[in-house]
């Protein structure tokens, strides 16, 4: 079992609907959950971070963390096609996280 | 643009050479990670380093070794390079109080190295 497991896409929604990345861990101690964002031939870029169990909102991006099912994901409202990237879910493993471990990444198309 | 910057930007080199590649973090960050990133896959944690000292490793052999300088920047030294060893590495930065501050890390642009 890979260690963070995401769903590779591609994932194609039209712009202004809502898409919907999923990402589950194996590692029941991890602490910190992050999404980010790669356009092709580019680096990550972080999106967001969660720390606790719930939803957490910043401007059209949702993450939600349920740690009993070892669950993240990322809710982008209002898609546009410049979301279109490859989005990356990392978990912070270790003392003082000092070890991230990435999912392979969920494509998204967003289509005008 | 994050204010991290890595060198050179491309590099090819042959099975069995060494090959060193260089990072500067962003002013007033203290930790460097470096990451592996293959070809349509997530990055790999190579290992970080914090206030020059190296603060967790990742799944890397020895010959994936590093350093951090006193201006925190930081190099990233791989020997005897294998066909496998073709990736993107990547460095980010982060201004860790006691190391492993993820919430805050900055990716440079990555130096894509191509062993034949």
């Known amino acids: 079992q890979k260690e963070v497991e995401q769903n590779s896409g591609p994932l194609s929604v039209p712009e202004g609907a809502i898409a919907s990345l999923n990402c589950t861990y194996s590692?029941?101690?991890?602490?910190?959950f992050f999404w980010y964002r790669q356009y092709s031939g580019k680096s990550p870029e972080l999106i967001m971070f969660i720390y606790s169990n719930g939803d957490k909102e910043d401007g059209r991006f949702t993450a939600q963390l349920n740690k009993a099912s070892q669950y993240v994901s990322l809710l982008i409202r209002d898609s546009q096609p410049s979301d279109s990237a490859t989005y990356l879910c990392a978990v912070g493993l270790g003392y003082n996280n000092n070890d991230m471990r990435f999912g392979a990444g969920t494509r998204l198309t967003v289509k005008p | 643009e994050t204010g991290v910057t890595q060198s050179p930007t491309h590099l090819i080199k042959t099975r069995g050479q060494q090959v060193t590649l260089r990072c500067s973090s962003q002013s007033g960050h203290n930790t460097v990670s470096w990451y592996q990133q293959a070809l349509g896959q997530g990055p790999q944690f190579i290992f970080q380093?914090?206030?020059?000292?190296?603060?967790g490793r990742g799944n890397f052999p020895p010959r994936f070794s590093g350093l951090q300088f006193p201006n925190y920047s930081s190099e990233l030294n791989v020997n005897a390079l294998e066909l496998d060893d073709s990736a993107l590495y990547l460095c980010?930065?982060?201004?860790?109080?006691?190391?492993?501050?993820?919430?805050?890390?900055?990716f440079g642009p990555g130096t894509r190295l191509l062993v034949l």
């Open positions: 590692d029941r101690g991890s602490q910190s």
């Open positions: 380093y914090y206030r020059e000292e190296e603060n």
């Open positions: 980010a930065s982060s201004s860790g109080t006691s190391g492993g501050a993820f919430e805050t890390q900055y």
